[in-house]
Antibody, heavy 118, light 111 residues
Framework: QVQLQESGPGLVKPSETLSLSCSVS????????WTWIRQAPGQGLEWIGY???????KHNPSLKGRVIISLDLSRNQVSLKLTSVTAADTAVYFC????????????WGQGALVTVSS | QSVLTQPTSVSGAPGQRVIISCTGG?????????VHWYHQLPGKAPKLIIY???NRPSGVPDRFSGSRSGTSASLAIAGLQADDEGHYYC???????????FGGGTKLTVL
């Protein structure tokens, strides 16, 4: 049974870079892609982007190129960096496993709350 | 405003059946893109309950069913139980935006 666990600073200052890691255990990297999804307080879900085993990435255009997602197979970790953050980036950030063929997310981490504030 | 539109809330008494709709457009559901459904309890991660329009992952009761037609999809929950409460999100892929996207979410209250 695959398990995902997010970690990283819970507080980031405006204009700085948000950095999170997602540790993956109990599953294979090969047949899936690895995605980040966020949820602002009291709001719905927003897809941020994904990385594949081969390193291919795609991100939500609404985030205007501020997203960097990477994969470290040696450490079984997926990373997210979001640059030039503002208060609007305050959210719970989830990592999730995505199905290549049908784009559903069948395993999720518990989420990490990141607050952007000075 | 989400590209996939869901009702803000639905409610039903224990044992009743409710249906949650998800309306998309010609670049996502209408283009044949599959719809998936997630259930989220407060403070928890979403959980996949329907994938590829009508399939249930292992462990999801058959009280949950999904369908897709035209530019819309729906989730039906029969025999409502108290622990069905929470938020339900539909999701699909948009061929114009080239992104996965979610509906705005529907809060289910069991009366």
């Amino acid at each position: 049974q695959v398990q995902l666990q997010e970690s990283g600073p819970g507080l980031v200052k405006p204009s700085e870079t948000l950095s999170l890691s997602c540790s993956v255990s109990g599953g294979s990297f090969g047949s899936y892609y690895w995605t980040w999804i966020r949820q602002a307080p009291g709001q719905g879900l927003e897809w941020i982007g994904y990385v594949s085993r081969s390193g291919t990435t795609k991100h939500n255009p609404s985030l205007k190129g501020r997203v960097i997602i990477s994969l470290d197979l040696s450490r079984n970790q997926v990373s997210l960096k979001l640059t030039s953050v503002t208060a609007a980036d305050t959210a719970v950030y989830f990592c999730a496993r995505g199905d290549w063929n049908y784009n559903f997310f069948d395993a999720w981490g518990q989420g990490a709350l990141v607050t952007v504030s000075s | 405003q989400s590209v996939l539109t869901q009702p803000t809330s639905v409610s039903g008494a224990p044992g009743q059946r409710v249906i949650i709709s998800c309306t998309g457009g010609p670049s996502n559901i209408g283009a044949g893109q599959d719809v998936h459904w997630y259930h989220q309890l407060p403070g928890k991660a979403p959980k996949l309950i329907i994938y590829v329009n009508s399939n249930r992952p292992s462990g999801v009761p058959d009280r949950f069913s999904g369908s897709r037609s035209g530019t819309s999809a729906s989730l039906a929950i029969a025999g409502l139980q108290a622990d069905d409460e929470g938020h339900y999100y539909c999701a699909s892929f948009d061929l114009s935006l080239i992104t996965s996207l979610f509906g705005g979410g529907t809060k289910l209250t069991v009366l």
